[in-house]
Nanobody, 129 residues
Framework: QPQLAESGGGLVQPGGSLRLSCVVS????????IGWFRQAPGKEREGVSC????????YYADAVKGRFTSYRDKAKNTVYLHMDSLKPEDTAVYYC??????????????????????WGKGTQVTVSS
């Protein structure tokens, strides 16, 4: 199974931007779709976005559509989540996870949580003035 490591979180003011990175090691990114999730204090983890193996099919949750952009860098074995126009309600720990079945390539949504076989440890994003 691949190992995933998120980075790029931090403290940002409302309206600001951050770019999260998810570096995959142990396996080529060519074999996995990647999902992004977040968990705010006292709330359940929720799906944010997912990107298929080719990078040509990307899904965004309604809460982030138009503000977040996900893309893959094959050479760096890394997936990015670029976040613009950040709001206080975006505050959460953000996780990336690997989907070996590439569900989003043939579905209108991302794989369900249990279908991801590897998870990173998360990176904290705090949006506050």
């Amino acid at each position: 199974q691949p190992q995933l490591a998120e980075s790029g979180g931090g403290l940002v003011q409302p309206g600001g931007s951050l770019r999260l990175s998810c570096v995959v090691s142990g396996f080529s990114l060519d074999y996995y779709a990647i999902g992004w999730f977040r968990q705010a204090p006292g709330k359940e983890r929720e799906g944010v976005s997912c990107i298929n193996i080719s990078g040509g099919r990307i899904y965004y949750a309604d809460a982030v559509k138009g503000r977040f952009t996900s893309y893959r860098d094959k050479a760096k074995n890394t997936v990015y989540l670029h976040m613009d126009s950040l709001k206080p309600e975006d505050t959460a720990v953000y996780y990336c996870a690997a989907d070996p079945d590439d569900v989003v390539s043939y579905s209108s949504t991302c794989a369900l949580e249990y279908e991801y076989n590897s998870w990173g440890k998360g990176t904290q994003v705090t949006v506050s003035s």
